[in-house]
């Protein structure tokens, strides 16, 4: 596993008790659930539109599509002249835009994953399942996967990944040449991408 301690999303664990209950309990619950988790992603995207209008990019492979999302959402906003009938209207383009985003974004220990697109899914063709509708978190390769991206509050997962790395480096023995050869490659991949988390939260302009 190139990421470090992905999980899945807590839904299935959060209803599982509810599973054998009557009467359309877990259906609600599902409902509820969905309901939180879309608010929370919602969330999360305002949050992350705030870091790229303070110069703080984020950074993986998915980073320029989503950069290059942020810019046309500031677009539209700082086109909003305020009084005038327009504004209603691109306000409501904007949550919408925003809204579906929020959609797609699935949440990975050491990444945000943006499944915009199954066929792009780098955990859908190592599984051999590439239509499926859902990421499998639990897969995920997000140094490799054109749907993910890194930001600053995936650093501490990604610097004890390198830190953990480096111990077990320290200790194999002369004979275990594969194993240190993978574990390199390893510690070379979380150092890449902590230089680069590190890389983009001064790559911009703050507006
Ligand atoms: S490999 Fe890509 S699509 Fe799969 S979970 Fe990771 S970021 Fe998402």
């Known amino acids: ?11 299935s664990a959060t209803t599982e008790g ?3 209950r009557p009467g359309g309990a877990q259906a609600e619950l599902l409902a509820e659930v969905n309901k939180h988790e879309s608010e929370r992603n919602l969330g999360l995207v305002w949050a992350e539109l705030r870091n790229y209008q303070q110069g703080i990019m984020p ?3 998915g980073a320029r599509e989503l950069t290059e ?3 046309r959402i500031d677009g539209k906003l700082a086109a909003d002249d305020p009084g005038t009938p327009k504004v209603q209207a691109a306000d ?11 959609a797609t974004l699935h949440l990975g220990t050491s990444n ?9 899914a780098l955990c859908l063709k190592l599984a051999g399942t590439p239509a499926a509708d859902k990421p499998l978190i639990g897969m995920c390769d997000s140094a490799r996967c054109p749907q993910a991206t890194h930001h600053p509050r995936h650093r501490p997962v990604w610097a004890e990944h390198a830190e953990n790395t480096k111990t077990f ?6 004979t275990r040449k594969t194993e240190r050869k993978r574990l390199e490659t390893e510690y070379g991949r979380a150092v ?14 703050p507006r």
Not at 1 to 11: A, D, E, G, H, L
Not at 169 to 174: E, M, N, T
Not at 192 to 205: K, N, Y
């Open 1 to 11: 596993m190139s990421s470090p301690r992905n999980s899945t999303s807590s839904t």
């Open 18 to 20: 509810y599973a054998s």
């Open 59 to 61: 950074a993986g492979p």
């Open 69 to 71: 999302f942020f810019a």
């Open 92 to 102: 409501r383009d904007v949550l919408n835009l925003m809204t579906k985003r929020a």
């Open 112 to 120: 945000y994953c943006w499944f915009t697109d199954p066929s792009r």
């Open 169 to 174: 480096l320290g200790q194999l023995g002369p």
């Open 192 to 205: 890449r991408v902590l230089e680069r988390i590190d890389e983009a939260a001064v790559a911009g302009e």
